[in-house]
């Protein structure tokens, strides 16, 4: 079960930070285009940390690694671990989204919170942490935990402070320092580990990674065609919309390394998640440099695009 479950994750998986670069490198964030891909593509990610917490507990459970809160209970049946890792993940969610980031801010603003006024990236940092050990207590996977961290951060900090920032096209201190620390420490770290793991010389099975490759971006892009085909989109809306989602990226090496982590692939699927991962990333980026010009309609003043559907403009 939890084979097929990460095979159909590694398939559905779309990099929300490489199709971001992108669109914003080729200026086409702010269209119908953009607005549609982001939008799925969150959904399709928060889909995926629900299931592979579900994946990974199920994985663990009856193992000597521990799985939180899941342990007191300490049951191994398949239906009732599957459903207390679903649950948890989505009441995770769902709380993080509601209440994340008031309480964030209140955190933040409140008067014995030193830390908050001396060193506002320490608080943050410390606010990941919480987050992240939460989920470890919970039995979810701290991907999740980090992820919804930030979420409930970014969301507190739409203060009145930080208005004239945004409007002034710059973001909050705080964030461009964090930012800047982490792409030039955590990011290369990350990559240097993933590397340390990728055996290319004997994990490497050229023709496991081509029938793969074929098959995951196969099953992909012709089911998110065929949809936008039967929504009345045009050929090269979508099949741009196909090649887009259809990048991978770090969520699928994130992927790779917490599947491989806790031992639900071995080496040779490793080494084959993230060299798709690097190549989807590449196809749609030169896919989407072609037709630029042809997706830049943009939404922001309300404007509908125009398309040709069933004889109609």
Known sequence: MTTALVVGLAMAVAAIPVISRIMMDLKIMDTAFGRIVLMVAVIEDVILYVVLAVVVGLAHTGTSHPVGLWDVIGTTAV????????????????????????????LAGHRANIVARQS??????????????????????AVFGALMAGVCAARGDQAAENEASREA?????????????????????????????????????PLFFLWFLALACGVKMVSIWAAAR????????????????????????VLAGVTRQAELIN???????????????????????????????????????????????
């Open 79 to 106: 239906v009732p671990t599957a459903v207390y890792f679903t649950v948890v993940s989505l009441l995770f969610f769902a709380v993080s989204l509601t209440w994340g980031a008031r309480l964030f801010h209140r």
């Open 120 to 141: 506002p990236v320490a608080f943050r940092l410390i606010f990941l942490c919480a987050m992240v050990l939460l989920c470890l207590g919970l039995g979810i996977n």
């Open 169 to 205: 096209g710059r973001e909050p201190a705080v964030w461009a320092a964090i930012r800047q620390f982490s792409m030039a420490f955590f990011i290369p770290v990350f990559f240097v580990l993933v590397g340390m793991r990728l055996d290319l010389l004997r994990a490497f099975d």
């Open 230 to 253: 039967l929504a009345g989109e045009d050929r090269v809306f979508s099949s741009s919309l196909a090649v887009a989602l259809n990048a991978r990226g770090t969520i699928g090496i």
């Open 267 to 313: 080496d040779q699927f490793f080494v084959v998640l993230v060299l798709v991962s690097l190549v989807t990333s590449q196809i749609a980026g030169f896919r989407l440099s072609k037709v630029a010009d042809r997706l830049m309609t943009p939404t922001a003043t309300g404007a509908p695009r125009q398309r040709q559907r069933s004889g109609q403009v």
